[in-house]
């Protein structure tokens, strides 16, 4: 193992002069948006590049109810595969596009339908939670969907008389247990991502940036969220940063998260959250996605999203169930 912050921290500064003109392939993406009648939806944790030339960036939440709200034809989802899923899910009509299908995620392949399946026909009385970081198949043997930036709210909503599994996230599921008081069965889960950042890393960054505040995903172990002085969504890190009076933050999530920090609100500094061996932390599955898949998918309009309506109809309840409650 190298020695510990052997490396410079990723940090973003305050934004200084003109944004850089547009590039060749995102002008053409915006010429191809016009003629396929296309909305571009991106994750936080896009490349920048692809954050520039979105009409939307935001986290899981705020991104389906863009779904279920477009009126385009064409959704270009630039995420990860249950997110395009979701998109599809609440606004079947639309052709949607995924910029690569190999995009997944390593917290939605922790939950096998048929594991879910398996466990509810031996506790036939549990209400299933899921977090929206799984599959349509889990999503329609679910009760209720959350995403980050609302599982205290929905897990708060659930009748008193019923035990909760949360599913597939463990860590999420225990800071939700701990927020709520409810106590919940955890799927043994989790993102192989955020479990990488580390104590040991942390505390020496914060020993560089003295009085800089953590801000920290709830994917965190307990370890990591304790060090954290907000522990929140992606999306609530925004208002975070922008509303707190310090003027440098670190931030312990996927370092595609600092383009939209800086965009949003470019006269602070965000460092990236450290891990054992590198100074930042990248979603190998997000950062499938590059500028060039983007324009590609719009042009041939592929790779699309397609499911079984059965599966569709049945995944699509307990997601209206929590775009009602949150609202
Ligand atoms: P958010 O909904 O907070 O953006 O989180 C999504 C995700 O995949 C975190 O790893
Ligand atoms: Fe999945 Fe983790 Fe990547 Fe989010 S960061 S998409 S939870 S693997």
Redesign the pocket.
């Known amino acids: 193992m190298p020695e510990l912050l052997d490396y410079e921290p990723v940090v973003f500064a305050p934004a200084r002069g003109e944004p850089e003109p547009l590039s060749p392939v995102q002008e053409n993406i915006l010429e191809l948006k016009k003629q396929r009648n296309a909305i571009i939806l991106a ?3 896009q490349v920048g590049e692809i954050q520039r030339v979105a009409d939307f960036v ?6 389906a109810y863009k779904a279920a709200e477009a009126e385009a034809d064409v959704i270009l989802f630039c ?2 595969h249950f ?1 395009a899923e979701t998109a599809k899910i609440v606004n079947p009509n639309k052709t949607v596009l995924l910029p690569d299908m190999e995009a997944g ?1 390593s ?1 939605s392949d922790s939950c096998p339908p048929e594991q879910l399946a398996a466990y509810k026909e031996k506790h036939p009385d549990v209400y299933v939670v899921a977090y ?2 799984c599959s349509a198949g889990v999503k329609a043997l679910s009760d209720v969907i959350c ?3 609302n599982a205290v709210k929905i897990v708060e909503n659930i009748p008193e008389d019923r035990p909760i599994l949360f599913v597939p996230d463990q860590n999420l599921g225990q800071w939700v247990a701990s927020r709520t008081g409810r106590e919940m069965r955890l799927w043994p889960g989790s ?1 192989y ?2 479990i990488l950042f580390t104590v040991r890393a942390l505390e020496q960054l914060k020993e560089k940036y003295p009085g800089a505040p953590v801000v920290a ?3 965190c172990t307990e370890a990591v969220r304790d060090l954290a002085d907000e522990v ?6 925004v208002g975070f940063a922008r509303t707190h009076p310090a003027d440098t933050f670190i931030v312990i ?2 370092a595609g ?1 600092l383009h939209r920090l800086h965009r949003e609100v470019p006269e602070k500094t965000f460092v990236a959250g450290p891990t054992e061996n590198c100074a930042c932390n990248e ?1 190998r599955f ?1 950062k499938m996605n590059t500028i060039d898949k983007a324009r590609d998918a719009l042009e041939n309009l592929q790779p699309e999203i397609v499911m079984p309506e059965e599966i569709r109809r049945a995944a699509y309840q307990p997601i209206k169930r929590m775009l009602d409650w949150s609202r």
């Open positions: 994750h936080n944790y935001g986290d899981s939440l705020g991104l995420g990860v997110m995620c917290l929206i970081n995403t980050s930036g993102c991502v955020h995903h709830p994917e929140c969504s992606t999306e609530k890190m999530t996927e998260m979603c997000m």
